[in-house]
């Protein structure tokens, strides 16, 4: 069996260091491994539509921005197919049937669902569309025969959903459609990066951010006010490294590469943990080790992204020729679908001649 990617981003801002941690440096890792036959990568317009469609201005501004941070973070069009996700009518055509075999009850049960109704103040009027995204995200990952999903935790009941519906289709149409596993960060803290204000998820909607893009001098800032521990006062009090941001932030990106280049006192973040929480270590030595580290990793891709937005007609192109491709994939899909669902009326020659026989006299 074919080893095939599906994955993608909702074009609602730019994107910011957990997109990085969490997917975007797995997905150029398998991209480059050579281990997978296509690599199908996806801006998830029409999905952020489904909670923002008052303001499609932003929507369409934000496809350039994502297409631009993927480029720049070293995915490659002559190896992934990069497009955009309205652009494949065939995955609407999916969902409206994938609508059949899922409950209203086992969507109500979603864990993001709940969370993400909650974050928006959705309690009391959900938008449908919002309501059904995890049976569109299932059309998504199924009509490319997707087999691995590169994503951060917060997607994992979405898989979960997928792997039900492909479940159900094959059992009642017949074996036609491919059950997806869904490839986590082997990093417990790159699962679910917190925001910059500590809040549980850094999200494009929370504003809590280190954008891929962002300036030297911002990214400093915003290490500089990061959140660490509140009862961690003075420099000589025990501190605690659960919880605190710039640990967690520690663990997602730094190398014992870093700890050699900039702060050599210690050989690894173990002995940095271990002093901080003896007492005698200052947050701010740890936050200006943080920026060194995120400016050594951010550098490199805000430059490419500089060269990138000198040819933007190129970048539509990348994504116009990646939107056909993709589209003639999910076509192939559909059909099989529509003949396994027998709606494939006028390809099917027994089903004419059947009814021939019926109304003979
Ligand atoms: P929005 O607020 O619009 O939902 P978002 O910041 O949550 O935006 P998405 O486009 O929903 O970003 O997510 C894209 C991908 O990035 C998904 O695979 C998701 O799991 C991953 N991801 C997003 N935020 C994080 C994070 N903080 N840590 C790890 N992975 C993340
Ligand atoms: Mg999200």
């Given at each position: 069996?074919?080893?095939?990617?599906?994955?993608?981003?909702?074009p609602?801002?730019?994107?910011?260091?957990g997109h990085?941690?969490?997917?975007l440096?797995?997905?150029?890792?398998?991209?480059?491994?050579?281990?997978?036959?296509?690599?199908?990568?996806?801006?998830a317009?029409?999905?952020?539509?489904?909670?923002n469609a008052?303001n499609?201005?932003?929507i369409?501004?934000n496809?350039?921005?994502?297409?631009?941070?993927?480029?720049?973070?070293?995915?490659?069009?002559?190896?992934?197919?990069?497009?955009?996700?309205?652009?494949?009518?065939e995955l609407?055509?999916?969902?409206?049937?994938?609508?059949?075999?899922?409950?209203?009850?086992r969507?109500q049960r979603n864990?993001?669902?709940k969370?993400e109704?909650?974050?928006?103040?959705?309690e009391?009027?959900?938008?449908?569309?919002?309501?059904?995204?995890?049976i569109?995200q299932?059309?998504?990952?199924?009509a490319?025969?997707?087999?691995t999903?590169?994503?951060?935790?917060?997607?994992a009941?979405?898989?979960?959903?997928?792997?039900?519906?492909?479940h159900?289709f094959?059992?009642?149409y017949?074996?036609?459609l491919?059950?997806?596993?869904?490839?986590?960060p082997?990093?417990?803290?790159?699962?679910?990066?917190?925001?910059?204000?500590?809040?549980?998820?850094m999200s494009?909607?929370?504003?809590?951010?280190?954008y891929?893009?962002e300036?030297?001098?911002?990214?400093k800032t915003?290490?500089?006010s990061?959140f660490?521990?509140?009862n961690?006062?003075r420099?000589?009090?025990?501190?605690c490294?659960e919880?605190n941001?710039?640990f967690?932030?520690?663990?997602?990106?730094?190398?014992?590469e870093?700890?050699?280049?900039?702060?050599?006192?210690?050989?690894d973040?173990?002995?940095?943990?271990a002093?901080?929480?003896?007492?005698?270590?200052?947050?701010?030595?740890?936050?200006?080790?943080?920026n060194?580290?995120?400016q050594?990793?951010?550098?490199?891709?805000?430059?490419?992204?500089?060269?990138?937005q000198?040819?933007?007609?190129?970048?539509?192109?990348?994504?116009?020729k990646?939107?056909?491709?993709?589209?003639?994939?999910?076509?192939q899909?559909l059909?099989?679908?529509?003949?396994?669902m027998k709606?494939?009326?006028?390809?099917?020659e027994?089903?004419?001649?059947?009814q021939v026989?019926?109304?003979?006299?």
């Amino acid at each position: 069996m074919s080893k095939i990617i599906l994955t993608g981003d909702r074009p609602t801002g730019r994107l910011h260091v957990g997109h990085y941690v969490g997917s975007l440096k797995r997905r150029v890792q398998l991209q480059n491994s050579g281990e997978y036959d296509k690599v199908f990568i996806m801006i998830a317009d029409a999905q952020a539509l489904t909670d923002n469609a008052d303001n499609p201005e932003k929507i369409r501004q934000n496809i350039i921005e994502v297409a631009l941070d993927y480029m720049a973070c070293g995915l490659d069009p002559a190896k992934s197919t990069l497009f955009i996700q309205s652009q494949i009518p065939e995955l609407t055509e999916l969902s409206f049937y994938y609508m059949n075999l899922v409950t209203v009850s086992r969507l109500q049960r979603n864990p993001t669902v709940k969370a993400e109704i909650q974050m928006r103040n959705f309690e009391t009027s959900i938008p449908v569309g919002f309501f059904t995204y995890p049976i569109s995200q299932a059309s998504d990952i199924t009509a490319f025969k997707a087999t691995t999903v590169p994503v951060g935790e917060d997607q994992a009941p979405m898989i979960e959903q997928t792997r039900e519906i492909v479940h159900k289709f094959n059992s009642v149409y017949g074996e036609t459609l491919v059950e997806p596993q869904i490839l986590l960060p082997d990093n417990s803290a790159c699962m679910r990066l917190p925001g910059t204000d500590g809040k549980a998820k850094m999200s494009k909607s929370l504003g809590n951010c280190i954008y891929l893009a962002e300036d030297p001098g911002d990214i400093k800032t915003k290490v500089m006010s990061m959140f660490t521990d509140p009862n961690h006062i003075r420099v000589e009090d025990p501190g605690c490294c659960e919880g605190n941001t710039v640990f967690t932030y520690l663990e997602a990106f730094s190398t014992p590469e870093h700890f050699a280049e900039y702060l050599p006192d210690y050989k690894d973040l173990d002995e940095l943990k271990a002093h901080y929480r003896r007492g005698g270590l200052g947050d701010v030595k740890v936050k200006k080790f943080l920026n060194n580290v995120l400016q050594e990793e951010l550098g490199p891709i805000r430059e490419r992204r500089q060269e990138l937005q000198k040819d933007i007609p190129y970048i539509y192109e990348v994504l116009k020729k990646g939107s056909e491709v993709a589209r003639e994939a999910a076509a192939q899909t559909l059909s099989e679908v529509r003949r396994a669902m027998k709606i494939n009326y006028f390809e099917d020659e027994a089903l004419i001649s059947s009814q021939v026989e019926k109304y003979k006299v």
